[in-house]
Nanobody, 129 residues
Framework: VQLVESGGGLVQAGDSLRLSCAAS????????MGWFRQPPGKEREFVAV????????DYADSVKGRFTISRDSAKNTLFLQMNTLKPEDTDVYYC???????????????????????WGQGTQVTVSS
């Protein structure tokens, strides 16, 4: 499975940005896919997750109401719509996929980075104040 992120960039506080993650090399109906971000020198932090089949979602408290995760099953593409961006959203954002996407409660289980089997290379998001 390969995951390739795109859509990062430099924006101002209050702006919007949409990240994409093109997935290939697998059949994703039983997967869950998520977005994480990693501040310099810190561990990867959960942002959002979506169950590929059914579309159930979960979000980190810090992004609820501002970010929306979605997927296009026909194109095997994951999205993260980020609105009302803040300087503290500045990070490298990673797309991740787990084969165990239908086995556990969408709330809580998939917020741990160790739950995921595949990772993209990351895309930088910078929000200026």
């Amino acid at each position: 499975v390969q995951l390739v992120e795109s859509g990062g960039g430099l924006v101002q506080a209050g702006d919007s940005l949409r990240l994409s993650c093109a997935a290939s090399g697998g059949t994703f109906s039983s997967y869950a896919m998520g977005w994480f971000r990693q501040p310099p020198g810190k561990e990867r932090e959960f942002v959002a997750v979506i169950r590929w089949s059914g579309g159930s979602t979960d979000y980190a408290d810090s992004v609820k109401g501002r970010f929306t995760i979605s997927r296009d099953s026909a194109k095997n593409t994951l999205f993260l719509q980020m609105n009302t961006l803040k300087p503290e959203d500045t990070d490298v954002y990673y797309c991740a996929a787990t084969r165990s996407g239908t086995l556990y409660n969408i709330k809580y289980y998939y917020s741990g980075s160790s739950r995921y089997d595949y990772w993209g290379q990351g895309t930088q998001v910078t929000v200026s104040s």
